[in-house]
């Protein structure tokens, strides 16, 4: 009983959620409830997830090494493909060493209580990823949000701190419902001045973001300023996993300490020699990223020149704010209708009143494929008279 009438106040309230099932791989286009649409809400930002020599590394691995890993990493499932991915990682990343988890949520939830206790003062951006608040949470540790992207905000709550607390800021690197950047010139230097730790999470930012694609830091140039973070092999990589890139005794202390890390079985090696094999397409074939770029400017111009008010979105992560939960799931549904899927998003993923599709554009895409969308954005967007 409690639980249908918790559905059913979700129900009225338009932030009822359902799983759609998809009968395809993660393309430019899919099968979704019996119709193709333009798939435009996915993080496979440079088509790797189904790039066939990333598809054929799984596989191959798959085959070699088994579907799954049979154990925790410490246990007996630490597998060559790890190993390797780690290599790969910290040499891409420019760090000593990295770690890699099951998923990036688990990074976060397993890494932030390794670095900050309850004696110690965390300091996040107020739309960090939930999976950071979470680790937040789990630390035990006193929790301050500072306004989104507000340096001067972040700024008096280090000047008024407790004394005598360890203090560590969070953030997103690239805000993974905004699309915009956290300013890391200027956090790096707070954290440097009020000595300060900072746990970055570069989840949509890696692969994408700097000139070699290693991320949100390499794109603020402040790599050699921030000894350690986290990001995902699950959203440019195409894979799934988390990982951490940092100094060898960081790493080593993670694998003494962090609980996500130690109870969980590895990750498949398959999923492991995908990501390897994704690191060296990033590496090998920039005119990818400058696909994806191109890409989000011709969807972004396209929908300034059709009215929709882009909030501040720098990548290709484009938010059209509708605010009302109800209207977001009409225009949602309009979009399905007329060929394009993008669901709405809606708290608690968002702020209340902040409710919005949100975009998301892969190299992948043809300009004939986001000329399309765009009219059946026009048409979504009049029937709800947002434009
Ligand atoms: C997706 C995401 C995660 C979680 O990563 P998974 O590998 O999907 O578990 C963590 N942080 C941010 C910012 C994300 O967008």
Known sequence: ??????????EDQHLRRRLRTMVS???????????????????????????????????????????????????CGSLTPHQTLETALARFKGTEAALTFAAGYLANIGAIPTLIGKNGLIL??????????????????????????????????????????????????????????????????????????????DAHGTGILGRTGRGTLEHCEVESRVPYHMGTLSK????????????????????????????????????????????????????????????????????????????ASESPILPIIVGDPGRAMTMAQSLFDHGVYAPAIRPPTVPPATSRIRLTITADHTPEQIDRALVILEQAGRSINLI
């Open 124 to 201: 996040a951006d107020r739309l960090c990823h939930a999976s950071l608040i979470d680790g937040c949470r789990l630390s035990g540790a006193m929790f301050r949000v500072y306004h989104h992207r507000d340096m001067h905000h972040l700024e008096r709550l280090l000047a008024r701190r407790p004394s005598g607390r360890p203090t560590l800021i969070v953030t997103d690197g690239l805000f993974s419902m905004d699309g915009d950047i956290a300013p890391m010139q200027d956090i790096v230097e707070l954290a440097e001045r009020y000595d300060a730790m900072i746990y970055v999470d």
């Open 25 to 75: 791989a993660t393309g430019p286009t899919v099968v979704l409830e019996g119709r193709e649409v333009i798939l435009l809400s996915s993080n496979n930002y440079l088509g790797l997830a189904t790039h066939p020599t990333v598809v054929e590394a799984a596989v191959a691995a798959t085959q070699h090494y088994g579907a799954g890993a049979g154990a925790a990493r410490l246990v």
């Open 236 to 311: 440019a990589l195409g894979s799934a996993g988390g990982y951490i890139t940092g100094s060898a005794s960081f790493i080593a202390y993670l694998v003494n300490t962090c609980r996500s890390f130690t109870y969980t079985t590895a990750p498949t090696p398959g999923s492991a020699a995908a990501a390897v094999a994704a690191l060296q397409i990033i590496e090998q074939e920039p005119q990818r990223r400058t696909r994806l770029w191109e890409n989000r400017a011709q969807l972004a111009q396209g929908l300034v020149r059709l009215g929709f008010h882009l909030a």
């Open 1 to 10: 009983m409690m639980f249908e009438q918790h559905l059913h106040t979700l």
